[in-house]
């Protein structure tokens, strides 16, 4: 058997080899894409969900233990 045989034999497997890898590439990326929808889908959901709750938007001003805020609410 030549050398040449032989390299065309290993170029033939390491195609087949490349090709599974190819198509294990698609799936991966064909699932990350999915994940990101859902994840768009799941922070849209939250978004809505605490404009439901605070319909004034104003989220970042809250604090934990804020004490004129607890006074304000009689619960202090």
Do not use: C
Not at 28 to 55: G, I
């Amino acid at each position: 058997m030549s050398i040449g045989r032989l390299v065309q034999i290993y170029q033939f497997f390491w195609m087949l080899e490349s090709h599974a890898q190819q198509r294990l590439a698609w799936e991966d990326a064909e699932q990350m894409r999915t994940a990101r929808l859902r994840a768009e889908h799941q922070a849209a959901a939250q978004l809505q969900a605490m404009l439901v709750a605070n319909p004034s938007g104003s989220l970042g001003h809250a604090q934990l233990n804020d004490e004129q805020a607890l006074k304000d609410a009689g619960l202090i």
